[in-house]
């Protein structure tokens, strides 16, 4: 059975900034996927170190930014090394993300303003997973994660 990394707050773990679970109702599709076993929850940002709740942050360019002006670039490359780790540990090929996130906006993040703009790009988590060849989907093409299971 082919597993999925997701990001934890999908699955309803408060590890987001804001110290929340994502706000959405998964569909009926990801509940049989949690009947089967197949997702594994990782926090990129919690595996790196960061408190819940923390300050909220952005990608500005290359960098990773905290609404306070810390440069937290570093820490959040940390975390993505961490999840690719935990993907090769587990034999993940696939990988659900939180849309808009700093970490594992997979097709939408926040431009760095932190005035609410959204802007087409990837977290850093989406980039490096993609980088070494694992299937990287967002919350919102659950539809795409089954057509891509019925062929592997």
């Known amino acids: 059975m082919e597993r999925i990394l997701v990001s934890a707050c ?9 110290g929340r679970a994502a706000a959405w109702e998964p ?4 509940l049989k996927w949690q009947r089967q076993g197949r ?22 360019g290359e960098r990773v930014v905290e609404q306070t002006g810390a440069d937290v670039t570093a820490d959040f490359r940390r975390g993505a090394e961490l999840t690719l780790a935990f993907a090769h540990r587990h034999s993940i090929r696939l990988a659900v993300l939180k849309e808009k996130s700093p970490s594992c906006g997979v097709n939408i993040i926040y431009d760095g303003s932190f005035s609410g703009r959204q802007i087409t790009g990837e977290g850093v988590v989406a980039a490096l997973l993609r980088q070494h060849g694992i299937q990287v989907f967002s919350e919102h093409e659950l539809e795409r994660v089954q057509q891509w299971l019925e062929v592997h």
């Open 10 to 18: 999908l699955l309803g773990e408060r590890v987001r900034y804001d």
């Open 27 to 30: 569909p009926a599709l990801w």
């Open 39 to 60: 997702l594994l929850p990782f926090c990129a940002e919690c595996a790196a170190g960061f408190a819940v709740p923390r300050p909220k942050a952005e990608r500005l």
